[in-house]
Structure formats: structure tokens, C-alpha cells
């Protein structure tokens, strides 16, 4: 069993739809929680970072982390084109190794 | 951009061969993690390098190997290439040697034939 797993879609949405991506998790240690946005031929972006569980917004975009079912979630709002990328979650225990995802595709069409 | 500068973009290189890729890390920030991303996958840890010292490492041989400039920019040097090896490499930059707030290159691209 991965110590994160992450659907990797693909995801097909219309613009202006609500998209929710998703990980579940194994181990109870990791204590920070994060979300990239990786479009083709890039490296990841940090969009959200947030520490153990709760909500935290910015903008179009929602992280929740429920530590006691052990899920992640982001949410984006208003999707445009331009969200049009691979999201990674991932997570750490705050030491040096950092645990992602496989990535989820999303696609939004105009 | 994150201010994080990887090079070459892409690479080629047969079986067998040594390769060496190189990273130089944002502005400010003095540790920085290496990074194997396979297509379809997301991207697996193979080492951290703080104040030019490994200061931790993932799942990978010893001839995955590294090192870190007092300018804090760095390496990363593969030898015996295998054609599993094959792969996006990527670097991220952050301080103080932890893994928050990571700031990630564009990557170099590896092809092994």
C-alpha cells in the first residue's frame, strides 16, 4: 500500500464547475499538508499549504484536512481553462522527506 | 518562476553512462531536495543537502549521488545509468532544512537509451 494515494483521473470538467481532488493517506505522523499544480513540461507550483487539520482558502482555491479519517482535500471554485493542469498532493511529518501523490489530471473546458 | 534554475533542460544518454545535473536554488535559500518524477507519477525524494551536508535521503542507490556549493547552488550525479533512470529530475529549494514551502525548478529531463 502507497503511503499517499491519489486518483489519477483523468478529470474532465466545464468551466465554471466546482472541482474537488482528493488523498488518502497512511501514515498519522504527517503533520503538514500541501497541494501543487504542475502544468506539462513544468515543475510544481505551491498552491496551498496548511498545517494539520482544518480548512484554509485563497481565492478560488480550499484545502480541508481531516487528520482523523486521514483525507485531503482541494477544492476549486469557478474553474477556468487556464486550472487546466496535473494537482499533486502532499505531505510531510516536518522532517526532510516530503511525500506526494501520483497526481491527479484536470481538465477544464471552455 | 520560483527563482530556482535548473540545467540542461534535456539530456540523452545510453546505458552505463554518468550523468551530472545541475541546480541553483532561489535567492536566501540554503537547503535543497532532489527529486525523480517517472511520467504519470508524482515526484519521489532522493535526497536533501543543508549547509553542503546530506541531510537525508530516500529510496535510492548509492550511485545517485550529490553535493551542495557554499553558494548553496548544487548536483546531482548518477552513474551506471539505467534505463529506468529515465525520468523528470527535479530540485527544490528552501530554508533552514525543512521541506515547507518548497519552491521546485523546471526540471531537467533525462532520457536513457
Known amino acids: 500500500q502507497k503511503e499517499v494515494e491519489q486518483d489519477p483521473g483523468p478529470l474532465s470538467v466545464p468551466e465554471g464547475a466546482i472541482v474537488s481532488l482528493n488523498c488518502t493517506y497512511s501514515?498519522?505522523?504527517?503533520?503538514?499538508f500541501m497541494w501543487y499544480r504542475q502544468y506539462s513540461r513544468k515543475g510544481p507550483e505551491l498552491l496551498m499549504y496548511?498545517?494539520?487539520?482544518g480548512n484554509k482558502e485563497d481565492g478560488r482555491f480550499t484545502a480541508q484536512v481531516d487528520k482523523s479519517s486521514k483525507y485531503i482535500s482541494l477544492f476549486i471554485r469557478d474553474s477556468q481553462p487556464s486550472d487546466s493542469a496535473t494537482y499533486l498532493c502532499?505531505?510531510?511529518?516536518?522532517?526532510?522527506?516530503?511525500?506526494f501523490g501520483a497526481g491527479t489530471r484536470l481538465f477544464v473546458k471552455a | 518562476e520560483t527563482g530556482v534554475t535548473q540545467s540542461p533542460t534535456h539530456l540523452i544518454k545510453t546505458r552505463g553512462q554518468q550523468v551530472t545535473l545541475r541546480c541553483s536554488s532561489q535567492?536566501?535559500?540554503?537547503?535543497v531536495s532532489w527529486y525523480q518524477q517517472a511520467l504519470g507519477q508524482g515526484p519521489q525524494f532522493i535526497f536533501q543537502?543543508?549547509?553542503?551536508?546530506?541531510?537525508g535521503r530516500g529510496n535510492f542507490p548509492p550511485r545517485f549521488s550529490g553535493l551542495q556549493f557554499p553558494n548553496y547552488s548544487s548536483e546531482l550525479n548518477v552513474n551506471a545509468l539505467e534505463l529506468d533512470d529515465s525520468a523528470l529530475y527535479l530540485c527544490?529549494?528552501?530554508?533552514?532544512?525543512?521541506?515547507?514551502?518548497?519552491?521546485f525548478g523546471p526540471g531537467t529531463r533525462l532520457t536513457v537509451l
Open positions: 543537502y543543508y549547509r553542503e551536508e546530506e541531510n
Open positions: 535567492s536566501g535559500h540554503n537547503t
Open positions: 502532499a505531505m510531510t511529518t516536518g522532517g526532510f522527506k516530503t511525500i
Open positions: 501514515n498519522s505522523a504527517f503533520q503538514y
Open positions: 496548511t498545517y494539520s487539520s
Open positions: 527544490a529549494s528552501t530554508i533552514q532544512g525543512g521541506t515547507d514551502t518548497q519552491y
